[in-house]
Structure formats: C-alpha cells, structure tokens
C-alpha cells in the first residue's frame, strides 16, 4: 500500500476519500451548524461534500434546509450536495422521505430498522422472531438485502442516492454479516450497478465489513466514504474507511 492509507487521511488521499457522503447538521441531529460542517470539509481537503440530514415523511425543515445549502454555495470553493437520509421501511423497498423533495439532490438509504414485508421492525422484535425460530439468519439477511435493493430502485426520479451505513442494523439483531455471500448481495449489486448508486464505508458503524466491500467491489458495486458526522471536527475524517477501502479493493493483498 506503500502509505496509501496515511495519505487517505490527508488531502492528498486518493479521490473517494474526497467527498464526504454523509453528513449531518443543526438542522437535524448535528451538533454543528451549516457553516461549521462546510468550514470544516474545507479544511479536511474534502472537493464534495454531501450534507445528509435526518428526515421523515412529516418532516418540515426542508425549504430553510435547501435555502441554507444554496446560500453556503456563494462562499465555498467546495462543491456541495443537498441531500437527506432517509430509512428504508419495508421489504418493498418503500422509504420515509417526505412527499415535497423540492432542491434535494441526493437521498442516502438507511437500515434504521430492520425492513420487514409489513414495515419497519425495530432490532429487538427481530431478534425475537430469531430467537422464536419464526425467522432464520438467511432469511433475514436475504429480506434486508432485498429491501435495500427495491429502496435504490425506488429513489424519486432526478435524485442520486446511495446505500448509508449498510448492514448496520445487524449487530442490534444478534446478526452478524458472516452469512453474507456473494449470491446474497447479488439483488443489490444488481441495482447499485444499474442505478449508479455507491454502498457506502461508515466511519462511524464500521460498517460493512471488509469481507463485505470486497464481495461489493468484485460485483463492480462502487464504494463511497461516508463520516456520519454528527460534529464539524469529524466532517472527511477518514481512517476505518481509509484502510477498509484499501483492503477491499486490494486483491491480492486481502486474500491472507
Ligand atoms: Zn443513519
Ligand atoms: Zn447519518
């Protein structure tokens, strides 16, 4: 790797380390206020940065949301994207996005909850499923990443996307991605593939995992880096996601 991974904590790090794709504000759950967030991708030498704040089909912050993005526009050399994050519900794919998307470009697709035929279950009903033998760890991964599938086939037209933080609702299940085989993630390499969508590596979750982004890269799926900052200071941070790109996309070098 020869300093690869050093250097993809710099600016000078290779160019999907470059954009964040995740990343939140003031105006959902971000400590920080626009400004800060944009100050901050600036200084982490980031070229695009992503804003990715929280909504539901009844949230009502987005005219000011899309107003203060276009303002910040005016004062940054950055290139900044206006998009939400938004859970996946059900196996159908259907997500929780509010019916006005008015100046949203980009929606990243979250497993929030665990998308079941008949909605969103939170983690501990599906381990009760599991654990009452009404629900078994194939089925379950095979359901979640069907959901996830049908969810980037089902982005509002004219709106890029990409796949947040996948598989992060396996650990809160008693699930882990051991059973995560190439066959399985076909469905969604198949969609990511078609739609141009990216699975992004979280530095937050750590997640996927390395066994997973690499099956995804061998299935031509693009990998993005995505902080899920919550806080200025880690906006384009990059070490996790740094090494486990390197590793995913390094053949020969992950095969040990
Ligand atoms: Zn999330
Ligand atoms: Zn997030």
């Known amino acids: 790797m020869t300093g690869a991974a050093a250097a993809g904590q710099t600016p000078e790090g290779p160019g999907p380390l470059r954009t964040d794709l995740h990343t939140h504000t003031a105006f959902s759950d971000g400590h920080d206020p626009l400004g800060a967030v944009v100050k901050a991708a600036e200084a982490a030498g980031l070229t695009t940065l992503v804003l990715t704040d929280h909504v539901r089909a009844d949230t009502s912050y987005l005219p000011e949301y899309v107003a203060a993005v276009r303002a910040a526009r005016t004062s940054t050399p950055l290139r900044l994207v206006c998009g939400v994050e938004a859970k996946i519900l059900d196996t159908e794919g259907r997500i929780d996005l509010p019916a006005d998307l008015t100046g949203i470009e980009h929606v990243a697709l979250a497993d929030h909850r665990f998308p079941l035929p008949d909605g969103p279950a939170h983690p501990d009903a599906v381990r009760a499923l599991l654990d009452e033998g009404r629900l078994t760890p194939d089925e379950a991964l095979r359901l979640l990443v069907l959901a996830t599938a049908r969810a980037v086939e089902r982005v509002p037209d004219g ?53 997973t982004a690499r099956l995804l890269h061998r299935a031509g799926v693009r990998l993005a880096a995505g902080s899920d900052a919550h806080r200025a200071e880690a906006v384009g941070r990059f070490t996790w996601v740094a090494e486990t790109l390197a590793k995913a996309v390094t053949e020969d070098r992950w095969a040990s």
């Open 159 to 211: 709106r890029s996307a990409h796949v947040a933080h996948l598989f992060s609702v396996l650990p809160k299940t008693g699930l882990d991605e051991s059973g995560v085989d190439a066959e399985l993630l076909e469905p969604l390499a198949r969609a990511c593939r078609e739609h141009g969508t990216a699975v992004e590596l979280n530095e937050k979750w750590r997640c996927p995992s390395v066994r």
